[in-house]
Nanobody, 115 residues
Framework: VQLVESGGGLAQPGGSLRLSCAAS????????MSWYRRAPGKERELVAS????????NYADSMKGRFTISRDNAKNTVYLQMNSLKPEDTAVYYC?????????WGQGTQVTVSS
């Protein structure tokens, strides 16, 4: 199993970024996917989740209305569209898949929101 995130970078407050996570090594469409983040000095927190077929999504309260999780099962990729970014969104964002009893993680992509 391999998860590779991309798309992070520097954004201004109010700006947007789109993260991508390319997955391989498992039947992607069979599994829900999630995005987590870890801000400096804080514990890792769930950002959003999406079901295998993409019909069900779930968001942390602070991300509702600003972030959108989606997936393209033909490309084995899950996305996180982040709009109206705030400085407190600064964190390393990780892609996650739970397969059986094991969680798999990407290496993370840094998102910095600053003027």
């Amino acid at each position: 199993v391999q998860l590779v995130e991309s798309g992070g970078g520097l954004a201004q407050p109010g700006g947007s970024l789109r993260l991508s996570c390319a997955a391989s090594g498992f039947t992607f469409s069979n599994y829900g996917m999630s995005w987590y983040r870890r801000a400096p000095g804080k514990e890792r927190e769930l950002v959003a989740s999406i079901s295998g077929a993409g019909g069900f999504t779930n968001y942390a309260d602070s991300m509702k209305g600003r972030f959108t999780i989606s997936r393209d099962n033909a490309k084995n990729t899950v996305y996180l569209q982040m709009n109206s970014l705030k400085p407190e969104d600064t964190a390393v964002y990780y892609c996650n898949a739970w397969i059986g009893t094991r969680g798999y993680w990407g290496q993370g992509t840094q998102v910095t929101v600053s003027s």
